[in-house]
């Protein structure tokens, strides 16, 4: 059985940073693509940034590039989102997914073609 376990949410005030992070049990990253979603209240679930583990191919949604950035830590077998010049926008529960394939670009950003999806942590944004 494969979980993941995101880390690192909080209280943040705006223009602060915060890494999020996302460890699996049960499974050793290796093929696979990490994702990174958020849900904000009353609002759907958005694609925020994805990596292909092997290689380390990154997407992003364009709004966020450049302020967000994902990565991964073999080590450590955790994938990371670091979130700088955060804005209240950005209050949500975000969301680590993983799929067991490498995905192409095209298809990281989208939610089914993701195996496993942790709990969530919640980022709040305010001041």
């Known amino acids: 059985q494969v979980t993941l376990l995101e880390s690192g949410g909080g209280l943040v005030q705006p223009g602060g940073s915060l890494r999020l992070g996302c460890a699996p049990s049960?499974?050793?990253?290796?093929?696979?693509?990490i994702g990174w979603f958020r849900q904000a209240p009353g609002k759907e679930r958005e694609f925020v940034a994805a990596?292909?583990?092997?290689?380390?191919?990154?997407k992003y949604t364009g709004s966020l590039k450049g302020r967000f950035t994902i990565s991964r830590d073999n080590t450590k077998n955790t994938a990371f989102l670091s979130m700088n010049t955060l804005k209240p926008e950005d209050t949500a529960v975000y969301y680590c997914?993983?799929?067991?394939?490498?995905?192409?670009?095209?298809?990281?950003?989208?939610?089914?073609?993701?195996?496993?999806w942790g709990q969530g942590t919640q980022v709040t944004v305010s001041s």
């Open positions: 990596i292909r583990w092997n290689g380390g191919i990154t």
């Open positions: 049960g499974v050793t990253f290796s093929r696979h693509t």
């Open positions: 997914a993983a799929s067991t394939m490498s995905l192409i670009t095209s298809s990281m950003d989208d939610p089914q073609y993701y195996d496993y």
